[in-house]
């Protein structure tokens, strides 16, 4: 199992410019989210899915789009960049069952905005 | 609103002695309660976890403490090692409902002096 993976594991984008964050997971995970790392604020929620064709918004959505249409793919988008958006990014995914909800976390995605 | 606080942001603990950190929640919803541990250029990694049924939970050497009237719980780790040194997040969710994801602590960055 490869477990979490994302690409790219770096990013620089100018002002403006739209990218899609990639990220897949091969556990048949039915839950997927994207978090946010900056300095100081520890990982803030940005999007999540319950499953396939399932998305909802989390702590800090602005400026970011998803979409699940598979089990496995999860991708993060980028509409218009900002430099508020210069943050590290974590894909997890989790199988959560009544009793337990390990979420596995990617290597994340490095992005500065200039 | 940050539902999850964490102290101290920082901590720097002689080998061989024990690190604590704490957490306070505020949402009486929660009832999964777990810490990450992240090293440099890594994504998070779950350590421990307690549900509010149990008031204790050992694993080796890291020990969770849980105090449900006082919506609090804490991170022991015995014989600290330099090879602790390390992010440590406390997070939260609700598992019986929802499906929002984790909420995290802003996280403790432990150093353990040889």
């Known amino acids: 199992n490869a477990g979490v993976t994302q690409t790219p594991k770096f990013q620089v984008l100018k002002t403006g410019q739209s990218m899609t964050l990639q990220c897949a997971q091969d556990?048949?995970?039915?839950?997927m989210s994207w978090y946010r790392q900056d300095p100081g604020m520890g990982l803030r929620l940005i999007h999540y899915s319950v499953g396939a064709g399932i998305t909802d918004q989390g702590e800090v959505p602005n400026g970011y789009n998803v979409s699940r249409s598979t089990t496995e793919d999860f991708p993060l988008r980028l509409l218009s960049a900002a430099p508020s958006q210069t943050s590290v990014y974590f894909c997890?995914?989790?199988?959560?069952?009544?009793?337990?909800?390990?979420?596995?976390f990617g290597p994340g995605t490095r992005l500065t905005v200039l | 609103q940050q539902q999850v606080k964490q102290s101290p942001q920082s901590l720097i603990v002689q080998k061989g002695g024990i690190s604590i950190i704490n957490c306070a929640y505020e949402?009486?919803?929660?009832?999964?309660f777990p810490w990450y541990q992240q090293f440099p250029g890594k994504g998070p990694a779950l350590l421990i976890a307690?549900?509010?049924?149990?008031s204790e939970k050992k694993e080796g050497r890291f020990t969770i403490s849980f105090n449900k009237s006082a919506k609090q719980f804490s991170l022991h780790i015995m014989d600290s090692q330099p090879g602790d040194s390390a992010t440590y997040f406390c997070a939260a969710r609700s598992l019986g409902g929802g499906a929002d994801g984790l909420t995290f602590g802003k996280g403790t960055h432990l150093i353990i002096q040889p």
């Open positions: 556990m048949n995970h039915e839950y």
């Open positions: 997890a995914s989790s199988y959560s069952g009544p009793t337990t909800d390990t979420q596995y």
């Open positions: 307690i549900r509010p049924d149990v």
């Open positions: 949402n009486t919803a929660f009832d999964y």
